[in-house]
């Protein structure tokens, strides 16, 4: 079963498993797809975060951050009389993209499970409706309208998304014959060719001509690594994600502190405010601890069930705790996976900011990220910009082992959003034992910013009851009513597979997706 937020990305997958494609394969033609369809959100020029699991084995993540330049320092933005890192252009997309290294490492992963299909076959889909064009998403060209000002002055971005200087429509065709060309190079030589050869080359010469402070050998140097995941233990499951520099631990940190804290039913507000504050002291601890660390373990101890029994003693189960605020937002797309045989992937891939940097390369038809625009340009701590760091990622794949043998993959977009919608949807289901898709389908909340939002506040859509509302505000909390469904909610997904071969899977009405089953 395949789950992810375009369906035209589901299919590609279910595709791939039912042509006898391993778990691995069809996340990538999954993800491949999704770079050509959702173009706003993720791409060959973003970065990528991999959960892979085997029945009876230890999960294994994939980190496919990228690097910053050599030559990207703090004085090379003081010199320039920058005192943070852009947000757009060529200044901003200061880190190499890691996406496609992450694919690398887990097709070689896929070939040690015997899996046979090529290249070409699994990026099939993806290049044909580069080729021949896809339908415009209704997300898509609000995000181009919405930052036309932004994007459109910043080098290569209109030769890839505009036409006559003017953002696409809504159910018009998008055709990008230059990304299928970058696939079907691909294909043809290795996910290894984007980082060196004739087509990293390419890369590296247009990224030179728009300004960027990458070369060649910023890309020849980029590797994913591989890593065992963060873990916690809770009485009904074991979960686990990434470790820095991705935020997994604070997705972690919330339902190990939640589950501390006394709430009997779902959308209670027990249940929300005890989130709500678990999210607070999460996510403290996350802005003073994640970023660039070559070693996560020693971050271990958080997740410790005394130390999280002292954590959750310190929220007040009537009362809201001050918020000094979130790391911010960006655009997401996450996926899973779960084959016949067990295998799954949790996997979550980024441009960062709608479009990333906006830096467009014509030729290799796509843009550059601007996660490093995560980095800081004083002060201390691991998210302090140096060459070859890793900023801070809000990218984070989430996996769950039960007792009784079920196994979960889980996830969403939305950057503060993210670890939030992750312990909505666990807890309903796992805890309160909702349906797999009402737990999704159901009304959230989102405290602080997510993508394209600048302001914090405690959101609720507006399909909750009008009690709880008033619950909260009496609390303290300062809560803002959106609309029912509303984007800034972001997009989830899930599948649960049985040790009895049933698969649920769910994807979130709030996107343009689906989770499509096949059978072999």
């Known amino acids: 079963m395949v789950t992810a937020p375009h369906a035209l990305a589901a299919q590609t997958g279910a595709r791939i498993l039912a042509e006898g494609g391993n778990a691995i394969e069809a996340a990538l033609a999954t993800a491949a797809t999704l770079a050509v369809v959702y ?3 993720t791409g060959l020029g973003g970065d990528s975060f991999w959960l892979i699991a085997e029945p009876g084995r230890a999960p294994l993540t994939i980190d496919g951050a990228g690097r910053a330049g050599a030559r990207v320092s703090v004085s090379f933005y003081r010199e320039r ?7 757009r252009g060529a200044l901003a997309a ?10 690398a490492a887990a097709w070689a992963i896929s070939r040690q499970w015997g899996g046979r299909l090529p290249l070409a076959g699994i990026f099939a889909e993806a290049m044909a409706l580069a080729e021949q064009g896809t339908i415009v998403t209704g997300g898509h060209a609000d995000a181009a309208l919405r930052f036309l000002a932004a994007l459109q002055p910043v080098p290569g971005f209109s030769a890839l998304h505009l036409t006559g200087g003017a953002p696409p429509a809504a159910g018009s065709i998008l055709r990008q014959p230059a990304l299928a ?8 030589d290795g996910l290894e060719s ?3 050869g004739w087509l990293a080359g390419q890369i590296a010469h247009e990224l ?3 300004g960027v402070p990458l070369d060649a050998a910023d890309l020849a140097d980029q590797h994913a690594t591989l890593g065992r995941p963060l873990r916690l233990a809770l009485p009904m499951a074991e979960l686990f994600n990434c470790g820095p520099p991705s935020q997994g631990l604070a997705s972690l940190l919330i339902l190990g502190i939640f589950s501390r804290l006394p709430a009997a039913q779902a959308d209670t507000f027990a249940h929300v405010h005890g989130i709500v504050e678990s999210t607070k002291l999460a996510f403290a601890i996350r802005d003073r601890e994640i970023g660039h ?3 996560g373990s020693a971050l271990e101890h958080y997740l410790m069930s005394a130390e999280l029994e002292r954590t959750a003693a310190r929220i007040d189960p009537g009362r809201a705790a001050p918020w000094p605020g979130g790391a911010g937002g960006g655009d997401t797309v996450w996926f899973g996976v779960i084959d016949a045989a067990g295998r799954a992937v949790s996997a979550i891939q980024s441009l960062y900011f709608e479009f990333g940097s906006a830096i467009g390369l014509p030729e290799s038809g796509f843009v550059w990220q601007n996660r490093g625009s995560a980095f800081r340009l004083s002060g201390d701590g691991p998210n302090v910009l140096a060459p070859r760091r890793k900023p801070f990622h809000t990218l984070n794949p989430a996996f769950a082992r039960f007792a009784d043998g079920r196994t979960m993959v889980y996830g969403a977009m939305g950057g503060d959003g993210q670890p939030q919608t992750q312990a909505a949807l666990f807890t309903r289901y796992a805890l309160y034992g909702q349906d797999l898709q009402d737990a999704i389908s159901a009304p959230r909340w989102l405290l602080g910013r997510t993508w394209g939002e600048s302001r914090d506040a405690l959101r609720l859509e507006s399909r909750f009851p009008a009690e709880l509302f008033a619950e909260l505000r009496l609390a303290g909390h300062p809560v803002e009513r959106v609309a029912a469904f509303d ?3 972001g997009h989830a997904g899930a599948i649960v597979h049985s040790r009895t071969q049933e698969f649920q899977g769910a994807s979130d009405p709030r996107s343009d997706g689906a989770a499509i089953g096949c059978s072999r």
């Open 208 to 210: 030179a001509a728009a």
């Open 487 to 489: 984007q800034v909610m």
């Open 293 to 295: 660390r070559e070693d």
């Open 94 to 103: 200061n880190t190499v993209a890691g996406a496609v290294s992450a694919w």
């Open 39 to 41: 173009p706003h959100m």
């Open 81 to 87: 009389g920058l005192s943070e890192v852009p947000w």
């Open 181 to 188: 060309r970058t696939f079907s190079l691909l294909a043809r």
């Open 194 to 196: 984007f980082y060196s």
